[in-house]
């Protein structure tokens, strides 16, 4: 069974910088896609950024300059979101998306975390 596991969110002013990291277990043999989407009240689930096996990134227009997308080079299982300069509009529910071949199967499959609160306010 897998597992995507988030954390680091929270609330915080805007202009504030938050973390949010997303762990995956369980009997992976590849990874080929990490990403991040969010979710705001009344609104569809968007795409964040993205991050494939080549390292190759993209972003939301929304978010360009102010959040990173990387992977842990030593736990090659873990993903982060750097965000920065944050913004009332960034409130949502953020979720880890990963892009994994998993034993038995030699195909890929879409996985999800269970998400985390993101809150810009003063």
């Known amino acids: 069974q897998v597992q995507l596991v988030e954390s680091g969110g929270g609330s915080v002013q805007p202009g504030g910088s938050l973390r949010l990291s997303c762990v995956a277990s369980?009997?992976?043999?590849?990874?080929?896609?990490m990403g991040w989407y969010r979710q705001a009240p009344g609104q569809e689930r968007e795409l964040v950024a993205h991050?494939?096996?080549?390292?190759?990134?993209?972003y939301a227009d929304s978010v360009k300059g102010r959040f990173t997308i990387s992977r842990d080079n030593a736990n090659t299982n873990t993903v982060y979101l750097q965000m920065n300069s944050l913004r009332s509009e960034d409130t949502g529910v953020y979720y880890c998306?990963?892009?994994?071949?998993?034993?038995?199967?030699?195909?890929?499959?879409?996985?999800w975390g269970q998400g985390t609160q993101v809150t810009v306010s003063s």
């Open positions: 998306s990963m892009g994994l071949v998993v034993s038995p199967w030699p195909f890929e499959q879409t996985y």
């Open positions: 369980g009997r992976i043999n590849r990874i080929n896609s």
């Open positions: 991050i494939l096996i080549d390292i190759s990134t993209n």
